[in-house]
């Protein structure tokens, strides 16, 4: 059984409604589909101190999340874009992986080699596919596998206020991007999981 872990990384506390939680949810539920085990975290809601280790002491959440990340095949990383960007925390979810880059498994491959990745990008302004680029460097800088067409995102009008969890249908190409996306992470998880990438 394959297990994936979204990162929902709105800048939005819970219970708040989050249209990046929306999305995520749905391409959780599109891995459903081919077997995949999934469960979403709003990372805001944890004490994620900035830094770029593992662990960063005095009360920081970051360790339980990791724990959760390294028990998973496929981490969806879903956010928000502000003014052209990720969000903070999506950022700020990047430097705490960077602590990865160094860590080996046991055959002295690097840890997260074995894992893929996915993006979802939601927003009321221009720029998902810069925002998407940005993710797709740093997770595959740390070790992560984007697959084919890795990435759905959704963009209402600038300067409007519609938001894509106001939507009363998830458009059509949303729905495909995010069906196509689930049934290409889950072969190339498989594909990994049967055949790892050879040690050194």
Same mark, same amino acid.
């Given at each position: 059984?394959?297990?994936?872990?979204?990162?929902?990384?709105?800048?939005?506390?819970?219970?708040?409604?989050?249209?990046?939680?929306?999305?995520?949810?749905?391409? /959780?539920?599109?891995?459903?589909?081919?077997?995949?085990?999934?469960?979403?975290?709003?990372?805001?809601?944890?004490?994620?101190?900035?830094?770029?280790?593992?662990?960063?002491?005095?009360?920081?959440?970051?360790?339980? &999340?990791?724990?959760?990340? #390294?028990?998973?095949?496929?981490?969806?990383?879903?956010?928000?874009?502000?003014?052209?960007?990720?969000?903070?925390?999506?950022?700020?979810?990047?430097?705490?992986?960077?602590?990865? &880059?160094?860590?080996?498994?046991?055959?002295?491959?690097? &840890?997260?080699?074995?894992?893929?990745?996915?993006?979802?990008?939601?927003?009321?302004?221009?720029?998902?596919?810069?925002?998407?680029?940005? /993710?797709?460097?740093?997770?595959?800088?740390?070790?992560?596998?984007?697959?084919?067409?890795?990435?759905?995102?959704?963009?209402?009008?600038? #300067?409007?206020?519609?938001?894509?969890?106001?939507?009363?249908?998830?458009?059509?190409?949303?729905?495909?991007?995010?069906?196509?996306?689930?049934?290409?992470?889950?072969?190339?998880?498989? /594909?990994?999981?049967?055949?790892?990438?050879?040690?050194?």
């Amino acid at each position: 059984m394959l297990r994936a872990l979204a990162l929902n990384c709105t800048l939005k506390p819970s219970p708040e409604p989050s249209s990046s939680q929306l999305l995520a949810q749905q391409v /959780l539920d599109a891995l459903d589909q081919h077997g995949v085990d999934g469960e979403q975290l709003r990372v805001v809601d944890h004490d994620i101190r900035p830094g770029v280790l593992a662990d960063m002491g005095d009360g920081d959440q970051w360790p339980q &999340i990791r724990e959760k990340l #390294m028990q998973s095949d496929i981490l969806v990383m879903a956010t928000p874009t502000w003014v052209g960007h990720m969000s903070s925390v999506a950022q700020r979810v990047l430097e705490r992986l960077d602590a990865e &880059i160094s860590e080996t498994d046991d055959d002295g491959r690097p &840890i997260l080699s074995s894992k893929v990745a996915v993006t979802v990008v939601v927003g009321n302004e221009d720029g998902a596919h810069a925002v998407t680029a940005a /993710l797709y460097q740093g997770l595959v800088d740390v070790g992560f596998n984007v697959p084919s067409q890795g990435g759905v995102y959704w963009n209402g009008e600038a #300067m409007h206020t519609t938001d894509y969890k106001d939507l009363l249908d998830t458009p059509e190409k949303v729905a495909s991007t995010t069906a196509t996306l689930a049934r290409h992470a889950a072969h190339l998880a498989t /594909l990994l999981k049967e055949r790892p990438y050879p040690g050194p």
